[in-house]
């Protein structure tokens, strides 16, 4: 590749054929935003949760980093395949597909390995919110980032980000205005009694 190539190309291309999905319109602004260079993931180690299309976890490996790829075992198939068919083959050890449902099976990864946590409109249904917010914490140590876009659509999107404060230090990073989707970042938050 020469300097100044975008390894991205191809993935851009995927991105504008698919931006008109409304659902995935959250891992587009936060794959754009990652392609920025404003977070670095080269040699990071990056899990992404509730991977759906996995488009976020193959922009996260283009970029350098190693991706645990997550989501439910119903959807494990299909993300494999995009994984598979999308993720140029020389990349492929660095892209790794898991079982992951939210606040169980937790001790199958290991507590505060990953450097980044990303998710892409993962905040939707409210009674995942408890199960969301332990698996967030499980993963996390004190030097992880979790990114987390979404539209905030309901007074429920509100109650998670609330119930994320209360855990987290959270602040916005990037509105798309176009597509009315945030981008929050958010990492532990220590308090007197925490040192």
Same mark, same amino acid.
């Given at each position: 590749?020469?300097?100044?190539? #975008?390894?991205?190309?191809?993935?851009?291309?995927?991105?504008?054929?698919?931006?008109?999905?409304?659902?995935?319109?959250?891992?587009?602004?936060?794959?754009?935003?990652?392609?920025?260079?404003?977070?670095?993931?080269? *040699?990071?180690?990056?899990? @992404?949760?509730?991977? +759906?299309? +996995?488009?976020?976890?193959?922009?996260?490996?283009?970029? +350098?980093?190693?991706?645990?790829?997550?989501?439910?075992?119903?959807?494990? @198939?299909? !993300?494999?395949?995009?994984?598979?068919?999308?993720?140029?083959? %020389?990349?492929?050890?660095?892209? /790794?597909?898991?079982?992951?449902?939210?606040?169980?099976?937790? @001790?199958?990864?290991?507590?505060?390995?990953?450097?980044?946590?990303?998710?892409?409109?993962?905040?939707? !249904?409210?009674?995942?919110?408890?199960?969301?917010? %332990?698996?967030?914490?499980?993963?996390?140590? %004190?030097?992880?980032?979790?990114?987390? #876009?979404?539209?905030?659509?309901? %007074?429920?999107?509100?109650?998670?980000?609330?119930?994320?404060?209360?855990?987290?230090?959270?602040?916005? /990073?990037?509105?798309?205005? #176009?597509?009315?989707?945030?981008?929050?970042?958010?990492?532990? #938050?220590?308090?007197? *009694?925490?040192?």
């Amino acid at each position: 590749m020469r300097a100044g190539d #975008s390894p991205l190309l191809p993935v851009r291309l995927f991105i504008e054929l698919l931006a008109k999905n409304s659902c995935i319109l959250e891992a587009v602004v936060l794959c754009s935003y990652l392609e920025t260079g404003a977070i670095d993931l080269r *040699e990071r180690s990056v899990i @992404e949760l509730g991977a +759906g299309t +996995g488009l976020l976890g193959i922009v996260a490996t283009l970029l +350098g980093a190693h991706v645990t790829i997550t989501d439910r075992a119903s959807a494990l @198939e299909f !993300l494999e395949s995009n994984i598979q068919d999308n993720l140029p083959s %020389e990349h492929h050890p660095r892209a /790794v597909v898991k079982e992951l449902t939210w606040g169980r099976n937790l @001790e199958n990864f290991s507590p505060g390995k990953f450097d980044f946590i990303l998710g892409a409109d993962i905040i939707y !249904l409210e009674e995942t919110f408890v199960d969301l917010l %332990e698996t967030l914490e499980y993963l996390c140590s %004190e030097h992880t980032t979790i990114l987390l #876009s979404c539209r905030i659509r309901y %007074e429920r999107d509100q109650n998670f980000l609330k119930m994320l404060k209360g855990h987290f230090s959270v602040h916005e /990073v990037h509105y798309d205005t #176009s597509k009315d989707v945030h981008i929050f970042k958010a990492q532990r #938050s220590f308090h007197k *009694e925490d040192l």
